[in-house]
């Protein structure tokens, strides 16, 4: 039986063989959901899925698109909500 941290779902279990030739399970974190646009809710380019352990490693260039809005809006919902504040202002 495996131990009590390695029972939990929330780990990937992969059926793997040892260079012994013995069938063992290797227990994986699993990957996060990708990031989704927070108005039309496509999974959005540009923004790594890593765990949070993760991302601190990455260079602040590789979080996210560097335009407005960007890691939160996909570029369709942004040229929509730019149109509409250009409108809304004149």
Known sequence: MPRPAL???????L???TPGGRPT?????????????ASCKSELGGVPRLRPSGISKLAKT?????RSYGGNL????L???IKQK?????
């Open 79 to 81: 040229k929509i909500r």
């Open 62 to 66: 590789k979080l996210r698109p560097t």
């Open 74 to 77: 996909c570029p369709s919902c």
């Open 7 to 13: 029972r939990s779902r929330s780990l990937r279990q």
């Open 25 to 37: 399970i290797l227990y994986q974190r699993r990957r996060p959901e990708p990031a989704k646009c």
């Open 86 to 90: 250009v409108l809304n202002l004149g």
């Open 15 to 17: 059926k793997r063989r």
